[in-house]
């Protein structure tokens, strides 16, 4: 259990944070628990035993709000903690010399983040809440003690950072040997996927980020993107309206996907 010296010691460069950067890093905290948490068999928890329960409970310190447009985590940052979003929508992106943005990814209920801190003890993208969002912020230390006892944690563990490296290599895949409506059809199954492992429905979902955002993703233009959509819609593969979603032939989209089933996207 975290005693009050290290609770004082983890949270101040985290509030430091919050007032260089304003409101805009503002957000309510409180206590969280993994064992009662609705996303516990996609994040940390998985595969744990009840007794172990107890100690994974205590991995998570905090419970943080990030309002919609809020950053949860900047670029150059220092790392000290992971955050498991217990609901709502993230990007991650990092920022070119000239200010524009290149997504990197996109983050829903049950995934962790902050992965990349690891090796530097910085971190190298931000964070920024596409919706209302809640985050759990897990202190790594402790993690890494908690993992030492708990085998199942440890395997976890390494799974979650093994998704993230085969993230990363699907989105090189992805960017570099598939035509714009391949990226595209990918995209839309990968979203599908994830849904469905989350207990919504796989076959219509809003999109939470912007088709420019999905451009900056699969570097494609914006034009690009809403002619895709459009072509989409003439040949039956989707209905779209604003960012609300359906998908009407799942094979088709496959097919179009390249024979993926959206396990190149992420």
């Keep these: 259990m975290l005693n009050a010296e290290m609770l ?8 430091g944070s919050m007032e260089r950067c304003g409101p805009e890093r503002a957000g309510q905290a409180w206590r969280a628990q993994c064992s009662a948490c609705s996303m516990q068999n996609l ?9 172990d329960l107890k100690l994974i409970d205590e991995l998570v310190y905090t419970q943080r709000r990030v309002k919609r447009g809020q950053t949860l985590i900047e670029a150059g940052d220092p790392f000290r903690n992971l955050y498991g979003l217990r609901s709502g929508f993230l990007k991650s992106f990092v920022s070119a010399e000239d200010g524009r943005e290149q997504v990197i990814g996109f983050h829903m209920a049950g995934d962790i983040v902050g992965f990349e801190g690891i090796d ?13 969002s809640e985050v759990c912020i897990v202190l790594f230390h402790n993690l890494e003690r908690t993992a030492a006892r708990v085998p199942a944690l440890q395997r976890q563990f390494y799974r979650m950072m093994s998704r993230e490296i085969v993230r990363e290599q699907g989105l ?21 996927r994830r849904f469905a492992a989350r207990g919504f429905s796989q076959h219509e979902f809003n999109l939470r980020m912007t088709r420019e955002e999905i451009g900056s993703y699969l570097g494609l233009t914006l034009e690009t993107v809403s002619r895709g959509f459009s072509r989409f819609q003439e040949r039956g593969l989707i209905d779209i309206k604003q960012r609300r979603v ?9 097919r179009t996907a390249g024979g993926r089933k959206g396990d190149t996207a992420n």
């Design 8 to 15: 004082r010691e983890t949270t101040a460069p985290l509030a």
């Design 43 to 51: 994040c940390l928890p998985r595969g744990i035993q009840p007794g």
């Design 120 to 132: 530097s003890d910085r971190h190298s993208r931000t964070l920024t809440a596409l919706e209302d």
């Design 172 to 192: 090189m895949m992805l960017l570099g040997a598939m035509s714009a409506e391949e990226r595209m059809a990918a995209f839309l199954l990968n979203l599908s």
């Design 246 to 254: 359906k998908l009407l032939d799942m094979n088709l989209l496959e």
